[in-house]
């Protein structure tokens, strides 16, 4: 009766230990052991909360169930690793992960092991799972556990396992010894992690990463690895990263590019995008979404074959992909899931029999002009387009040719990475694409009527539109013959008319990212200055844009823009003519002659600085310029400065405070938030031109290499010296002679420093930046921008700021009270507008 009741404790005992441990499991424990499993909605929670394991299903209503790991504390669901990807379960509450001698494993609803680390591990003892706050899933030695000991190696991770995810602190990596290479894969789709067709890898012979479709067609690369700068060649990027720590490594054993973040507070993951793009992203907390800091290929046309077998792929329409004519989507399923891979399918089959005359045939050809073509073309010698033609049609394979000044081409079954290029772009193509002779019209009544009925149609347009050329050419020429429009609008000038004015074009002022400008003159002896827009493509929105912005408003401190040209492609832009030109030719050149004296540069300073405060302040609507610099303020013959080019300015409603946008602008003068992706506000100019006055003082670019090679960052050694009270001359271009107002020159300093703050509420307005350059405000010492600091920690010749200053205020001080009117400047609404 003793060793009965003995017994009966004994199983209780053993029972209250299983629900002791598996409450563990259900209340979040970070590791699981031999003695236990997880299954239905247990998850494993690493130790400080950042990441959960446990099953989870990808689709709203999907019954298929996988093992994956995501973001604890992040509140839009992402997953970053999946074990089970092409296995899921239909049950997760009889399915389970376990671990079985030294593996881990999964098992579905009939207890069969659909998924293991598959690793045959020497230890004898026990093995346990744990979820690190990395993310990485270790299985280790128990042994290791207990002693708390990080020099055992582990018997698995996650991080040698990578799927689509790469987080801080794992490695994509070839190993030299066993030859195996560590592949980043994209998800099918937004609801099925089986592995994609795209993927990220190193190319260890060239020292690069390179993206492939099926891991066999190549499409980017990073290009080589470059040591002593710290980056990959073709990823210029890299050199302006104020949140990414990157590192190369290439030993005996294995070669491997890994990263981590600055600052512990930031979340970043970095992902093989069912887009077939490399994107890298960071969590804003104060928004609740993910924003992309960088991403590759730039063009979602780039990635080949995005739009599968048949499928076109454009960048100007949305969706990107849309099936050729006679085509259908393969999987409707999948297109609604914005997967594009399955491609088209003809609607009609083909009915062919070959012959060696191509007649007889019961297939036609649909031209698509304005084409990339697909890969790898077949050539066939004819004579022309017609034997081209036909030797497509005896082919029964062949699905399309094309004909041009290289010949004849030929295409064999299915076509993939089919492109529409955009209108204007000379690398378009005509192809004509098989297909069966019913997907056309055949009665020969229907199409003389729509023949006739098109011709009469067009003549009538015609007519019409030739009348009103008429009369717009007519009203053009008065304005054009006076110089000027009246009441001072913009005048539409004629290609013949700017012809004439700048003696065809003879006289180039430079060169700018949509074109180059020339000097001209109108029949009044005005001088003029003619910017000629060469990338229509691109030029087209620049030019809407630059007319639309400078064109409506008025400033000393703007450039005048006069009028424009516009017919069919030839777009041009004509602005008032100013002697001196961009302030980048008087400062960033060793002509003694050019040097501008400090009361000039103090002058354009405070002159650029009314402007913008113009455009954020006092239009209509706010206008943020989003590419200051050096080569967009023009001096008139007195130096005044006008700021110019608007190509890439943002409208936004007073009733907005901020704009999206895509990443433009110019590297060096680009805010941190605009670089991280978020929506902007008027404060990216105010950053840009912070950097800007740092150039102003030193007359150099702001980054420059020495001859040694080693990379130096001018506004490190300002805040030095301002922080310590340093000779602040010392920090002028040398070309001054020391010659400047040693209290001017520590304003523009501090006013330089508190523009390029990281936080943009610490920023002034241009406004402010005004008032302090007036003498009406005064400002205190600024912080430390974190950004700088954290980039420039590796560079031993590089000075940094200093952490005095970090405790110095936040705010700049007023000579008239103006701290509660700076805090109201900087109030966020929540409203955002899309740009």
Avoid at 509 to 518: C, E, K, M, P
Wanted: net charge neutral; aromatic share 10%.
């Amino acid at each position: 009766m003793e060793n009965q009741k003995t017994s009966i404790n004994f199983i209780l005992g053993l029972f209250c230990l299983c629900i002791c441990l598996k409450s563990q499991l259900a209340l979040g424990a970070d590791s699981i052991s031999g003695n236990q499993s997880l299954s239905g909605d247990q998850t494993l929670i690493s130790k400080d909360g950042n990441f959960e394991l446990g099953f989870f299903s990808p689709g709203k209503n999907s019954s298929r169930f996988y093992i994956g790991i995501w973001y604890k504390k992040v509140s839009e669901p992402t997953v970053v690793w999946v074990a089970n990807r092409v296995a899921p379960v239909k049950d997760k509450y009889s399915s389970s992960l376990t671990i079985q001698g030294s593996n881990l494993v999964i098992l579905d609803e009939s207890q069969k092991s659909i998924w293991s680390t598959n690793v045959s591990a020497t230890n004898s003892g026990p093995v346990v799972a744990v979820l690190r706050d990395d993310g990485n899933l270790v299985l280790t030695d128990g042994s290791s556990i207990l002693s708390n000991s990080s020099s055992i190696p582990p018997i698995w991770q996650s991080f040698d396992n990578p799927t689509d995810t790469w987080l801080p602190g794992g490695k994509l990596a070839y190993n030299k010894v066993t030859k195996k290479l560590q592949i980043l894969t994209s998800w099918k789709n937004s609801e099925d992690p089986a592995p994609g067709l795209f993927s990220l890898e190193l190319d260890a012979i060239d020292n690069q990463y390179v993206i492939k479709w099926n891991r066999s067609q190549q499409y980017w690369v990073s290009g080589a690895w470059d040591e002593q700068s710290k980056l990959f060649s073709l990823v210029p990027e890299m050199r302006l990263n104020y949140i990414y720590n990157f590192s190369y490594v290439n030993n005996e054993n294995e070669s491997y590019f890994t990263y981590s973040v600055y600052s512990s507070a930031v979340i970043s993951r970095f992902v093989m995008d069912v887009s077939g793009q490399i994107k890298q992203f960071t969590w804003l907390d104060t928004t609740k979404q993910w924003n992309m800091f960088w991403s590759q290929p730039r063009q979602q046309c780039e990635v080949y074959a995005f739009c599968g077998e048949f499928g076109i792929c454009n960048e100007n329409s949305l969706p990107f992909c849309n099936c050729l004519g006679g085509f259908d989507h393969k999987s409707e399923a999948d297109w609604n899931l914005n997967d594009f891979s399955g491609g088209c399918v003809r609607k009609t089959d083909l009915q062919c029999v070959e012959n060696s005359s191509g007649k007889g045939q019961k297939n036609k050809f649909r031209v698509y002009p304005g084409m990339s073509l697909p890969r790898n073309p077949q050539p066939v010698k004819v004579g022309n387009a017609a034997e081209c033609e036909s030797s497509c049609l005896s082919n029964c394979s062949c699905t399309a040719y094309t004909y041009d000044s290289n010949g004849c081409s030929i295409w064999n079954e299915r076509l993939l990475d089919l492109q529409q290029l955009s209108a204007g772009d000379n690398r378009g193509k005509s192809i004509y694409i098989r297909l069966a002779a019913s997907e056309f019209s055949s009665g020969k009544k229907n199409t003389a009527a729509i023949v006739g009925a098109g011709v009469g149609s067009v003549a009538l347009v015609l007519v019409i539109l030739a009348v009103i050329l008429f009369v717009m050419l007519r009203r053009r020429r008065r304005m054009v013959g006076a110089g000027k429009a009246a009441d001072g609008s913009l005048v539409a000038f004629s290609y013949k008319d700017l012809q004439n004015a700048t003696k065809n074009f003879s006289e180039k002022l430079g060169v700018g990212g949509f074109g180059s400008v020339f000097k001209g003159k109108l029949p009044d002896s005005s001088a003029i200055a003619v910017k000629k827009l060469e990338s229509v493509s691109q030029g087209e929105k620049q030019f809407r844009t630059e007319v639309s912005t400078i064109g409506t408003i008025q400033h000393v401190n703007l450039v005048r823009l006069r009028g424009f040209c516009s017919e069919g492609n030839k777009k041009l832009l004509v602005y008032e003519y100013l002697e001196n030109r961009s302030l980048d030719s008087h400062l960033f050149h060793d002509d003694e002659s050019r040097v501008l004296s400090w009361k000039i540069r103090y002058q354009i300073a405070l002159g650029t600085a009314r402007g913008l405060a113009y455009l954020h302040e006092k239009c209509r609507e706010v206008i943020i310029h989003c590419d200051i610099k050096p080569e967009n303020i023009l001096l008139d013959a007195e130096f005044c400065p006008k700021v110019a080019d608007f190509g890439l300015a943002k409208l936004m409603g007073r009733d907005f405070s901020r704009v999206l946008t895509t990443m433009r602008g110019t590297r060096g003068y680009l805010a941190p938030e605009w670089i991280s992706g978020v929506a902007i506000t008027a404060k990216a100019d105010v950053y840009s031109y912070g950097m800007m006055l740092f150039e102003f003082i030193s007359g150099k670019r702001n980054s420059e290499s020495s001859p040694d090679g080693v990379l130096r960052f001018f506004p490190c050694w300002v805040a030095r010296v301002i922080v310590e009270e340093g000779d602040v001359l010392s920090l002028l271009d040398p070309k001054l002679e020391r010659m400047a107002d040693a209290a001017e020159a520590l304003r523009l300093c501090k006013v330089a420093c508190w523009c390029i703050q990281d936080d943009e509420n610490h920023r002034p307005s241009m406004g402010q930046v005004v008032q302090i350059l007036e003498g009406v405000l005064d400002v205190n010492l600024p912080p430390v921008p974190r950004a700088l600091q954290n980039f420039f920690d590796n560079q031993e010749d590089v000075v940094f700021f200093t952490e005095s200053s970090s405790n110095q205020s936040s705010e700049p001080q007023s000579k008239v009270s103006s701290t509660s009117a700076y805090s109201k400047s900087t109030s966020e609404s929540s409203k955002v507008s899309e740009s």
